[in-house]
Antibody
Framework: QVQLVQSGAEVKKPGASVKVSCEASGYSFTNYGVSWVRQAPGHGPEWMGWINTDNGNTNYAQKFQGRVTMTTDTSTSTAYMELRNLRSDDTAVYYC???????????????WGQGTLVTVSS | DIQMTQSPSSLSASVGDRVTITCRAR??????LNWYQQKPGKAPKLLIYAASSLQSGVPSRFSGSGSETDFTLTISSLQPEDFATYYCQQSYNTPFTFGPGTKVDIK
């Protein structure tokens, strides 16, 4: 079955970086894109950006521009999201989700990974 | 950014009730509207995409309607497993944005 499995929880200090992985299985990885979405405790989801897993093209939310990098390793069907210069308000569950291979064509997120809790604390 | 609002923010309902949740976009978004269900401690699950298309495997008691700025998610007969929080999300333009959620709990 289609599945996305993410890396484990992380605890980071302010100013540090975190890199979350998302391994896909059950489908042809490069036929779909991947979006990253985070959810702070008690809040709704927040879209961070999208990557075309075939050519590496990305689209980042302006809020995260300059701090986030999304990449893929097609040999292992794995997507990565790195967030730098972490702050306490970056504490959230980070999700990857399968998306369409192009933008602006009724993009939707299905399925989602199980989530990775990133805690930023001094 | 396109702001999404939802109403109500929460509701109490009984098994078998018909439940309607509304989502409103601050600008016209055609039918680029998705609905998700999230249970505590779990990832969101796609229910409806493109405003009214039922995602494969989702029970037919879920339906979506609307276009441009006003959208509705309807659960025709609420089941015990439907108690959850529901989010709408626009995919008309980046950044894709979500509504604040509607929590459905047991009356």
């Amino acid at each position: 079955q289609v599945q996305l499995v993410q890396s484990g929880a992380e605890v980071k200090k302010p100013g540090a970086s975190v890199k979350v992985s998302c391994e896909a299985s059950g489908y042809s990885f490069t036929n779909y894109g991947v979006s990253w979405v985070r959810q702070a405790p008690g809040h709704g989801p927040e879209w961070m950006g999208w990557i075309n897993t075939d050519n590496g093209n990305t689209n980042y939310a302006q809020k995260f521009q300059g701090r986030v990098t999304m990449t893929t390793d097609t040999s292992t069907s794995t997507a990565y999201m790195e967030l730098r210069n972490l702050r306490s308000d970056d504490t959230a569950v980070y999700y990857c989700a399968r998306d369409l291979p192009v933008l602006y064509l009724s993009n939707r997120f299905d399925p989602w990974g199980q989530g990775t809790l990133v805690t930023v604390s001094s | 950014d396109i702001q999404m609002t939802q109403s109500p923010s929460s509701l109490s309902a009984s098994v078998g009730d018909r439940v309607t949740i509304t989502c409103r976009a601050r600008q016209r978004i055609s039918n680029y509207l998705n609905w998700y269900q999230q249970k505590p401690g779990k990832a969101p699950k796609l229910l409806i995409y493109a405003a009214s298309s039922l995602q494969s495997g989702v029970p037919s008691r879920f339906s979506g309607s609307g276009s441009e700025t006003d959208f509705t998610l309807t659960i025709s007969s609420l089941q015990p497993e439907d108690f959850a929080t529901y989010y709408c999300q626009q995919s008309y333009n980046t950044p894709f944005t979500f509504g604040p959620g509607t929590k459905v709990d047991i009356k």
